[in-house]
């Protein structure tokens, strides 16, 4: 014990000195034209867009960041006084520790198929980044992420009365919804249990 000690001293002062130093900046906005695996996401072909994406995977980056020229979308109107998103003045470096290692941004998109990434502190864009070959201007498909927003966007209906109480049946404002095959029996199920994706009917995911 007597002999690890100095050695923990020595792996923890170490740890507080990376934790201290202050790293250079960087620039906010990097694209790049490759990505993990590049080829098989379809680089050769220019990332095509097909509507096998689920299966095929040199379709994915091109269906899932353009997909508007694949399948029906919907625009959304933006607001008549949108929030600007300003580039933060001078990034700091983002790093973190795994495990015994430290990790950046580039270390992590060297190990993901993420396509975008955007990461913002105190309403400024600290980093925004791109594989791919995708660029800032690309529709890209939010997955899940639109669960947050659709949440946000029913608190700010509820709080302007738009909907009574998130205890209602969500047919009440969705009337399409009763009997359908994403919800055959409407009954019971609230607003509310769909914000919390809490509604118990199965549902498979195929990637």
Same mark, same amino acid.
């Given at each position: 014990?007597?002999?690890? !000690?100095?050695? /923990?001293?020595?792996?923890?002062?170490?740890?507080?000195?990376?934790?201290?130093?202050?790293?250079?900046?960087?620039?906010?906005?990097? @694209? +790049?034209?490759?990505?993990?695996?590049?080829? !098989?996401?379809? +680089?050769?072909?220019?990332?095509?867009?097909? /509507?096998?994406?689920?299966? &095929? @995977?040199?379709? +994915?980056?091109?269906?899932?960041?353009?997909?508007? &020229?694949?399948? %029906?979308?919907?625009?959304?109107?933006?607001?008549?006084?949108?929030?600007?998103?300003?580039?933060?003045?001078?990034?700091?470096?983002?790093?973190?520790?795994?495990?015994?290692?430290?990790?950046?941004?580039?270390? =992590?998109?060297?190990?993901?198929?993420? $396509?975008?990434?955007?990461?913002?502190?105190?309403?400024?864009?600290?980093?925004? %980044?791109?594989?791919?070959? +995708? &660029?800032?201007? @690309?529709?890209? %498909?939010? =997955?899940? @992420?639109?669960?947050?927003?659709?949440?946000?966007?029913?608190?700010?209906?509820?709080?302007?009365?738009?909907? $009574?109480?998130?205890?209602?049946? #969500?047919?009440?404002?969705?009337?399409? /919804? #009763?009997?359908?095959? !994403?919800?055959?029996?409407?009954?019971? /199920?609230?607003?509310?249990?769909?914000?919390?994706?809490?509604?118990?009917? #199965?549902?498979?995911?195929?990637?």
């Amino acid at each position: 014990m007597k002999v690890l !000690r100095p050695v /923990i001293a020595a792996w923890v002062l170490g740890l507080l000195c990376l934790s201290a130093a202050a790293a250079p900046s960087t620039a906010v906005l990097q @694209m +790049r034209a490759d990505g993990p695996d590049a080829e !098989r996401m379809g +680089r050769k072909d220019s990332y095509p867009s097909c /509507i096998e994406a689920i299966t &095929r @995977m040199s379709c +994915r980056v091109g269906t899932w960041s353009d997909n508007h &020229r694949v399948q %029906r979308s919907v625009p959304v109107n933006a607001a008549e006084l949108p929030s600007a998103l300003v580039n933060h003045p001078s990034p700091p470096s983002v790093t973190w520790r795994w495990g015994l290692f430290s990790q950046s941004i580039d270390d =992590f998109l060297d190990k993901t198929k993420t $396509t975008g990434l955007l990461i913002l502190k105190d309403g400024q864009v600290v980093a925004e %980044r791109y594989q791919y070959d +995708r &660029r800032p201007d @690309m529709p890209m %498909r939010s =997955f899940s @992420m639109a669960k947050t927003v659709t949440a946000l966007l029913i608190g700010i209906a509820h709080d302007k009365g738009h909907i $009574t109480s998130l205890d209602d049946l #969500a047919a009440v404002y969705w009337p399409e /919804i #009763a009997g359908s095959a !994403r919800c055959p029996d409407p009954h019971g /199920i609230t607003v509310q249990i769909l914000v919390e994706s809490l509604s118990s009917y #199965a549902w498979n995911t195929h990637w």
